[in-house]
């Protein structure tokens, strides 16, 4: 009998996240370990009307590729998985490392090349998505490497992930629901404002120039779990949209390597500097990877508090309740921010210990709390 949480969870997946409709044609990307799940999102696209199309391989052959691959075939746009993108109504894509270190060693030049080279494919992904012509979806199916990089068993690991999708509630569509109106009082507020200000007491100090842009309710339907709502920094500006210094309160990881201790110097919406006290070849060749990487594509305050503890998984370290990130790399272009780039890495930084976050002068945030009331974490 399949897992009654793998069960619950794709029902919310295909009717809630992505609303799969008849006729759709609806992509299911993941690794072998999680064909539980995939076979679960399966039926439930079935059901829903609509076609699927599962793509199911095994995460060892990116280290052949890694090892093997050539300058052309690292720098490779194949036209059919650009099609692919150009071609699929739905997009949930299931993350299921066995070995979430399985890239760390190899050659971080030649990472960035590939990742590069999938702009196209990225751009256009977003671009679709922006339009409302793609919905995708992404969620964590758990594994013992995921469990064991968030230093749990794997029992105490799947209850950390269903916990934080609010799964184990008899209908977790309600709850997010509810997130969604508390989230939309943050929207609300935030809209028409000019700047957005982060300071913490690791020293960071950071200005985000948000005028004009648009603000996105995240409440579950991109990301499960989800709980964020975001905003691309206004480029354009005059002053370049970011200005100052942030340094991440938790490990930023990326294809499989760990970056500790981040710090970067932001001067009118690029890094001039990055530092690392582990990892800094790494976060050189991500940023220098093409001419958007050093560019900032997303803003954001993370708004699940149901999420207490960093677990070296940006899906669920995002969203932490008391938080906010930030992505180097490519913006989502429906809040306005047109940085494209083969990269798009969130980082986060925590508030809660003496951190503040204000608009406009006015402080809405402190130690990671909201202070108005009906605010998510304060409703």
């Known amino acids: 009998m399949r897992d009654v949480y793998l069960q619950k969870l794709a029902k919310v997946i295909v009717h809630y996240s992505t609303a799969v ?38 995460d060892s052959l990116r280290e052949i590729f890694f090892e093997l691959a050539n300058e052309e075939q690292l720098q490779y746009v194949n036209p059919l998985a650009l099609h692919e993108v150009e071609t699929i109504d739905v997009s949930i894509g299931l993350w299921a490392e066995t070995n979430t270190k399985q890239l760390s060693r190899f050659d971080a030049r030649r990472q960035g090349l590939a990742s590069a080279a999938r702009k196209p494919i990225f ?15 992404g969620t964590q199916f758990p594994t013992l490497a995921c469990a064991q990089d968030a230093e749990m068993s794997l029992r105490q690991y799947e209850d950390f992930v269903y916990r934080a999708g609010y799964l184990h509630l ?7 629901k509810k997130i969604e109106i508390a989230q939309q009082k943050v929207v609300d507020f935030l809209k028409g404002k000019k700047t957005v200000r982060f300071r913490a007491a690791n020293g960071t100090d950071l200005s985000v120039n948000v005028e004009g842009m648009t603000w996105i309710n995240c409440c579950g339907h991109e990301n499960f ?55 800094q070849d790494f976060l050189d060749h991500m940023l220098d990877q093409d ?19 960093h677990s070296k998984n940006t899906l669920f370290d995002e969203k932490i309740g008391g938080t906010f990130h930030m992505a180097v790399g490519a913006g989502y272009p429906e ?9 798009h890495w969130d980082m986060v930084c925590d508030l809660r210990p003496g951190g503040t976050i204000e608009v406009d002068g006015q402080v809405i945030s402190k130690d990671g709390k909201f202070l108005s009331p009906g605010w998510p974490g304060n409703e």
Not at 123 to 137: D, I
Not at 291 to 309: K, M
């Open 335 to 343: 809040t306005g921010n047109a940085n494209e780039s083969g990269l």
């Open 123 to 137: 751009s256009t992904f977003m671009k679709r998505a922006a339009k409302g012509e793609l919905k995708w979806s």
């Open 225 to 279: 779990p989800d709980g964020e709502v975001f905003t691309g920094p206004n480029l354009q500006a005059a002053d370049g949209g970011v200005n100052g210094v942030v340094r991440y309160s938790f490990p930023a990881v990326h294809l499989g390597h760990e970056v500790h201790d981040i710090e970067l110097h932001l001067e009118k919406g690029r890094v001039v500097k990055a530092t690392a006290g582990k990892g």
């Open 170 to 176: 008899d209908d977790p569509v309600a709850q997010w």
């Open 21 to 58: 409709k008849p006729g759709q044609l609806v992509r299911i990307t993941g690794e072998p370990v999680a064909i539980p799940l995939i076979e679960a999102l399966y039926e439930e696209v079935l059901r829903a009307g609509a076609h699927p199309l599962v793509r199911c391989a095994p």
């Open 291 to 309: 001419p958007g990487a050093r560019g900032v594509g997303e803003i954001a305050l993370g708004t699940n508090y149901q999420i207490q503890q």
